[in-house]
């Protein structure tokens, strides 16, 4: 294993590593309450990419959160099941939650820049996640980070541990995102956007990394970008005003769409169909 | 095209300041722009096709070069003329949120250019205002409401209209689309299409999503380091790119249709021996992976075969791509 990671398979043979039953998230209280997220259900089997796919608003993020259960203030998960490696996660104390998300779910943020302590070095970020969860010396750690590092692929680990988030690029601080999101060995990764913010050719790099990494894992990624999502997700759930209006494999999903909505975004992303017949036909 | 060109860039370059390090954002740039053309910038972040679009706009100053807008130059020309000049360039940027003052109604905001340049009485204003927001396709009543009640596209349709406030000839638009949804995307991109062809307004549109520019631009140029690398008209560009860097971006690009992750170009580049920059030689040799011995001393923009307007600086620019991919 290239990612030199101590990778742990999922507890339930067969089993999916998640799911998600008839999951509705709550905003606020009374008469003023939102629903983010209504009724949404699906599962991911380990070695699989789901990609859940939406505009602003849609509550694909909130999902994300709702799993990673990083919920902002007064937004609650409402209704439904949360299963993780066949434990129900959604009932658990905020300490029983912590333990295991780092252990069992890794994170992997649009903006490694604001999710990293500016103050503190990336290595000392990814040690003190591996002295918790695997229980290790501050020694051992360190070296599990290097190691995690050069996983990634990042340019001289040795020297990068003790490097400030600013002193990487967007696409490097992204590497390190992933390697503090594999380091405790999860059985999920989740990947809100983790591309948005980054150049074509960086996007690239990463979604090859995540999906190679992610490997035996089961890995959910959240994005506003069709085409992104066809070149990484085996099935595609789309979500539109909080609720999943189309879910299936992606072959399908793209050829074959059911839902208006989910053919209203595929013409969007295609461009031609929205400019119609004067369609540029260019010099070519 | 026999007519003067509307802008004109003669060896442009930009020299930013960031605490004691002194940038070239622009070196050395050439480009033309036609009355009603679409232009497209490209390029990753970092190679200069912002900075570019400032300079056009005036918010950052040239180092060295011209910069001629009706053949005139705006660094040497009279301050009242270049005023004139510079009012009919308007720039729309990427995030509304960041252009429009929260504090104030969509009706102040339209009327503060109309103010500025003495538009006329009250009611021209308003019947100005009026004629602006129809031209963004925005209904009236949207006057008295503050830009956090209007979605995302409809504020980028006021920052739209307020650029139109002053008629301009060049509208100068800043990754207008990035901060938007998809399907809104799609329809402002549309409304610039159509802006330009009704009000025969010329666009240089800065963007690095390949796929909106396919759609929208009559012409393109790539910029990478700060230099043009390649530039020809849209067909000519993104489907016979001459450019290792054109063809790396293509190749990058996400696409609906082809849905593979083809990393083969990106690594192989990844692999390749770290090079220093030298200052004679080709600012891309170093992530090259058709880098020759040739490649020390820089090519020359340089037509590719019997296409006059498609030029790329490369000594390889007759060469068919050395990679397949897709």
Redesign the interface.
Known sequence: MTLGMNVTSPTVPGGPVLEVDGLSVRAGSGHLATMPVQDVSFTIAAGEVLGIVG??GSGKSMTAYAIGSLLPEGVAVSAGRIILEGRPVHSLSPAERRALDGNRIGMVFQDPLSSFNPVRTIGSILIESAMRHQRLSAAAARDKVIEALAGV?LPRPELLVDAYPHQLS?GQRQRAMIALALLNGPSLVVADEPTTAL???V???I??LL?RSAGARALLLIT?????A???CDRILVMQRGRCVEQGP?AGI?DAPAHSYTR?????????A??GNQ?????? | MTRDPLLEARGLSVTLRSGGRVVQAVRDCTLELHGGEVLALVG??GSGKTTFARAVAGIVPVASGELLFHSQDLATVRPAVRRSLRRRIQMVFQDPDASLNPMHRIGAILAEPLLVIGFGGHSAIRNRIRELLAMVRLDASLLDKRPRQLS?GEKQRIAIARALAMEPELLIADEPLSSL???T???I??LF?DLQQRLHISLLFIS?DL??V???ADRVAVMHAGEIVET?????V???PAHPYTR??LA?????RR?????RL??AI?RLAPLPDQPRACHYRPKCIRRAEICVSSALLAPVGADRGHLARCHFREESPPMEHG
Do not use: I, Y
């Open positions: 505009e602003s692929r967007g150049d074509a050719t996007q690239l790099q979604l090859a999906k506003h970008d069709l085409a992104v066809s070149t990484v992606a793209l209203e975004l595929l013409a969007a992303a295609r461009w031609p929205v400019f369609a540029h036909a260019g010099a070519a | 990753e972040s995302g949804d998809v399907s995307q799609a329809t991109a549309a299409r690095h796929a909106a396919r759609q929208l020809g008209s849209c067909g000519a993104l489907d016979t790396l971006l990058a690009m996400p696409d609906l849905r593979v992750l083809d990393v990106v690594d990844d």
